[in-house]
Protein backbone atom coordinates (compact mmCIF):
# COMPACT_ATOMS: atom_id res chain seq x y z
CA UNK A 1 0.00 0.00 0.00
CA UNK A 2 0.54 3.91 0.06
CA UNK A 3 3.29 5.07 2.53
CA UNK A 4 5.25 8.21 3.00
CA UNK A 5 8.17 8.18 5.51
CA UNK A 6 9.18 11.77 6.83
CA UNK A 7 12.27 12.50 8.76
CA UNK A 8 12.03 12.20 12.66
CA UNK A 9 11.92 15.40 14.56
CA UNK A 10 11.80 17.40 16.49
CA UNK A 11 14.34 20.09 14.33
CA UNK A 12 15.71 22.91 16.41
CA UNK A 13 16.89 25.74 13.88
CA UNK A 14 18.34 29.40 14.73
CA UNK A 15 16.26 32.68 13.02
CA UNK A 16 17.21 32.48 9.05
CA UNK A 17 18.81 29.25 8.79
CA UNK A 18 18.13 27.08 5.98
CA UNK A 19 15.57 24.07 6.42
CA UNK A 20 15.17 20.62 4.49
CA UNK A 21 12.81 18.08 5.68
CA UNK A 22 13.20 14.90 4.06
CA UNK A 23 9.73 13.02 2.56
CA UNK A 24 9.75 9.90 0.65
CA UNK A 25 7.46 8.04 -1.01
CA UNK A 26 5.61 4.74 -1.79
CA UNK A 27 2.89 4.35 -4.39
CA UNK A 28 1.02 2.23 -6.91
CA UNK A 29 0.17 5.04 -9.26
CA UNK A 30 1.12 8.59 -9.92
CA UNK A 31 0.42 10.19 -6.63
CA UNK A 32 0.01 13.81 -5.56
CA UNK A 33 2.13 15.17 -3.34
CA UNK A 34 1.54 17.25 -0.40
CA UNK A 35 2.94 19.59 2.66
CA UNK A 36 0.04 20.48 4.81
CA UNK A 37 1.15 22.36 7.86
CA UNK A 38 0.03 22.80 11.43
CA UNK A 39 0.69 25.37 13.70
CA UNK A 40 0.18 25.23 17.08
CA UNK A 41 -3.22 25.18 18.37
CA UNK A 42 -4.50 25.82 14.91
CA UNK A 43 -5.46 22.67 12.47
CA UNK A 44 -3.96 21.75 9.26
CA UNK A 45 -2.99 23.49 6.35
CA UNK A 46 -2.21 23.12 3.00
CA UNK A 47 1.11 24.81 2.44
CA UNK A 48 2.28 23.65 -1.12
CA UNK A 49 1.74 20.48 -3.72
CA UNK A 50 2.94 19.07 -6.85
CA UNK A 51 0.81 16.81 -9.00
CA UNK A 52 3.37 15.31 -11.35
CA UNK A 53 6.94 14.75 -11.67
CA UNK A 54 9.45 17.80 -11.71
CA UNK A 55 6.68 19.93 -10.67
CA UNK A 56 7.72 22.25 -7.73
CA UNK A 57 5.59 23.13 -5.47
CA UNK A 58 5.88 27.20 -3.56
CA UNK A 59 4.33 28.91 -1.12
CA UNK A 60 5.65 31.28 1.81
CA UNK A 61 8.98 30.58 0.88
CA UNK A 62 9.14 27.38 1.06
CA UNK A 63 9.11 24.68 -1.79
CA UNK A 64 9.64 20.52 -2.90
CA UNK A 65 9.84 19.30 -6.14
CA UNK A 66 8.02 16.27 -6.91
CA UNK A 67 11.35 13.73 -7.56
CA UNK A 68 9.76 10.44 -9.17
CA UNK A 69 13.25 9.15 -9.93
CA UNK A 70 14.12 9.31 -6.23
CA UNK A 71 10.53 9.25 -4.83
CA UNK A 72 11.17 11.93 -2.63
CA UNK A 73 8.81 14.95 -1.81
CA UNK A 74 11.56 17.27 0.37
CA UNK A 75 10.61 20.66 1.68
CA UNK A 76 13.34 23.66 1.79
CA UNK A 77 13.34 26.68 3.00
CA UNK A 78 15.94 29.42 3.04
CA UNK A 79 15.64 31.49 6.01
CA UNK A 80 13.57 30.02 8.77
CA UNK A 81 11.61 32.51 11.01
CA UNK A 82 10.57 32.00 14.44
CA UNK A 83 6.91 32.08 13.23
CA UNK A 84 7.27 29.02 10.90
CA UNK A 85 7.76 26.88 14.40
CA UNK A 86 5.01 24.30 13.85
CA UNK A 87 4.65 20.32 12.72
CA UNK A 88 4.89 20.29 9.08
CA UNK A 89 2.99 16.69 7.18
CA UNK A 90 4.54 15.58 3.73
CA UNK A 91 1.48 13.73 2.36
CA UNK A 92 0.06 12.28 -0.83
CA UNK A 93 -3.10 11.08 -2.58
CA UNK A 94 -3.37 8.50 -5.77
CA UNK A 95 -4.38 10.27 -8.55
CA UNK A 96 -4.55 7.69 -10.90
CA UNK A 97 -7.50 6.18 -8.85
CA UNK A 98 -10.67 8.22 -9.23
CA UNK A 99 -12.07 6.20 -5.85
CA UNK A 100 -8.75 6.71 -3.91
CA UNK A 101 -8.48 10.49 -3.32
CA UNK A 102 -7.96 9.65 0.65
CA UNK A 103 -4.34 11.33 2.29
CA UNK A 104 -1.79 8.99 3.51
CA UNK A 105 0.36 10.85 5.96
CA UNK A 106 4.09 10.75 7.22
CA UNK A 107 4.31 10.91 11.10
CA UNK A 108 5.14 14.69 11.12
CA UNK A 109 8.29 17.07 11.66
CA UNK A 110 8.44 19.59 14.36
CA UNK A 111 9.96 22.88 13.65
CA UNK A 112 11.14 24.73 16.40
CA UNK A 113 12.84 28.46 15.18
CA UNK A 114 14.98 29.90 18.02
CA UNK A 115 16.07 33.86 18.13
CA UNK B 1 -16.87 32.47 3.62
CA UNK B 2 -16.88 29.44 6.74
CA UNK B 3 -14.52 27.03 6.71
CA UNK B 4 -15.12 23.50 7.72
CA UNK B 5 -16.98 23.59 10.86
CA UNK B 6 -16.82 20.18 13.76
CA UNK B 7 -18.41 20.41 17.20
CA UNK B 8 -17.96 19.56 19.72
CA UNK B 9 -14.24 20.65 20.13
CA UNK B 10 -13.70 18.72 23.18
CA UNK B 11 -15.53 15.57 24.33
CA UNK B 12 -14.88 13.43 27.43
CA UNK B 13 -16.81 10.22 27.81
CA UNK B 14 -16.45 7.39 29.97
CA UNK B 15 -15.29 3.72 28.78
CA UNK B 16 -18.37 1.89 27.26
CA UNK B 17 -20.72 4.97 26.29
CA UNK B 18 -21.54 5.77 22.81
CA UNK B 19 -20.22 9.05 21.28
CA UNK B 20 -21.14 11.36 18.29
CA UNK B 21 -18.86 14.13 16.42
CA UNK B 22 -20.08 16.10 13.58
CA UNK B 23 -18.60 18.00 10.55
CA UNK B 24 -19.67 20.91 8.39
CA UNK B 25 -18.10 21.46 5.33
CA UNK B 26 -17.75 24.08 2.83
CA UNK B 27 -21.00 25.37 1.59
CA UNK B 28 -20.70 23.42 -1.99
CA UNK B 29 -17.82 21.10 -1.48
CA UNK B 30 -19.17 17.25 -2.42
CA UNK B 31 -16.17 15.48 -0.91
CA UNK B 32 -16.02 14.96 2.67
CA UNK B 33 -13.04 12.87 4.92
CA UNK B 34 -12.73 11.59 8.26
CA UNK B 35 -9.38 11.15 9.79
CA UNK B 36 -7.79 10.63 13.04
CA UNK B 37 -4.78 12.19 14.78
CA UNK B 38 -3.52 10.01 17.69
CA UNK B 39 -0.33 9.56 19.41
CA UNK B 40 0.71 6.30 17.91
CA UNK B 41 -0.47 6.18 15.01
CA UNK B 42 0.30 9.58 13.51
CA UNK B 43 -2.64 11.23 10.89
CA UNK B 44 -4.94 8.03 9.55
CA UNK B 45 -7.65 8.34 7.10
CA UNK B 46 -11.37 6.42 7.96
CA UNK B 47 -14.06 7.10 5.21
CA UNK B 48 -14.61 9.44 2.91
CA UNK B 49 -17.96 10.38 1.21
CA UNK B 50 -18.45 11.83 -2.00
CA UNK B 51 -22.15 13.01 -2.17
CA UNK B 52 -24.18 10.82 0.39
CA UNK B 53 -22.18 7.74 -0.22
CA UNK B 54 -18.91 6.52 1.20
CA UNK B 55 -16.75 4.71 -1.86
CA UNK B 56 -14.24 4.31 0.87
CA UNK B 57 -14.82 2.85 3.97
CA UNK B 58 -11.21 1.02 4.67
CA UNK B 59 -9.85 2.72 7.57
CA UNK B 60 -12.85 2.43 9.96
CA UNK B 61 -10.73 0.67 12.85
CA UNK B 62 -13.80 -1.00 13.48
CA UNK B 63 -17.22 -2.42 13.82
CA UNK B 64 -18.10 0.21 16.62
CA UNK B 65 -17.56 2.59 14.23
CA UNK B 66 -19.49 4.30 11.22
CA UNK B 67 -20.46 7.74 9.32
CA UNK B 68 -22.99 9.21 7.62
CA UNK B 69 -23.56 12.15 5.73
CA UNK B 70 -27.15 13.43 4.78
CA UNK B 71 -28.03 15.74 2.29
CA UNK B 72 -24.50 16.37 1.20
CA UNK B 73 -23.95 18.19 3.81
CA UNK B 74 -23.63 17.76 7.14
CA UNK B 75 -21.59 14.10 8.44
CA UNK B 76 -21.86 12.15 11.66
CA UNK B 77 -19.18 10.16 13.00
CA UNK B 78 -20.33 7.81 15.70
CA UNK B 79 -18.57 5.65 17.45
CA UNK B 80 -19.96 3.06 20.07
CA UNK B 81 -18.83 1.31 23.21
CA UNK B 82 -15.84 3.73 23.12
CA UNK B 83 -12.42 2.52 24.23
CA UNK B 84 -9.63 4.01 25.80
CA UNK B 85 -7.64 3.73 22.42
CA UNK B 86 -10.50 5.66 20.87
CA UNK B 87 -8.93 8.86 22.25
CA UNK B 88 -7.38 11.22 19.08
CA UNK B 89 -8.61 14.10 17.87
CA UNK B 90 -10.92 13.54 14.87
CA UNK B 91 -10.23 15.62 11.95
CA UNK B 92 -12.88 16.27 9.08
CA UNK B 93 -11.83 17.93 5.81
CA UNK B 94 -14.03 19.01 2.60
CA UNK B 95 -13.13 19.17 -1.10
CA UNK B 96 -14.84 20.76 -3.83
CA UNK B 97 -14.84 17.15 -5.43
CA UNK B 98 -13.00 14.16 -4.95
CA UNK B 99 -9.51 13.44 -7.11
CA UNK B 100 -5.83 13.59 -5.83
CA UNK B 101 -5.24 17.16 -6.56
CA UNK B 102 -7.88 18.69 -5.17
CA UNK B 103 -7.06 20.80 -2.03
CA UNK B 104 -8.50 19.34 1.22
CA UNK B 105 -9.85 21.81 3.49
CA UNK B 106 -9.55 20.44 6.88
CA UNK B 107 -11.86 21.38 10.35
CA UNK B 108 -10.24 22.43 13.70
CA UNK B 109 -10.96 18.63 15.17
CA UNK B 110 -12.69 17.59 17.86
CA UNK B 111 -10.47 16.02 20.81
CA UNK B 112 -12.03 12.82 22.59
CA UNK B 113 -10.96 11.95 25.65
CA UNK B 114 -11.88 8.45 26.76
CA UNK B 115 -11.85 7.62 30.15
Known amino acids: GDSVTQMEGPVTLSEEAFLTINCTYT??????LFWYVQYPGEGLQLLLKATKADDKGSNKGFEATYRKETTSFHLEKGSVQVSDSAVYFCALSDQWDGTASKLTFGTGTRLQVTL | GAGVSQSPSNKVTEKGKDVELRCDPISGHTALYWYRQSLGQGLEFLIYFQGNSAPDKSGLPSDRFSAERTGGSVSTLTIQRTQQEDSAVYLCASSLKTGGYNEQFFGPGTRLTVL
Open chain 1, 27 to 32: ATGYPS
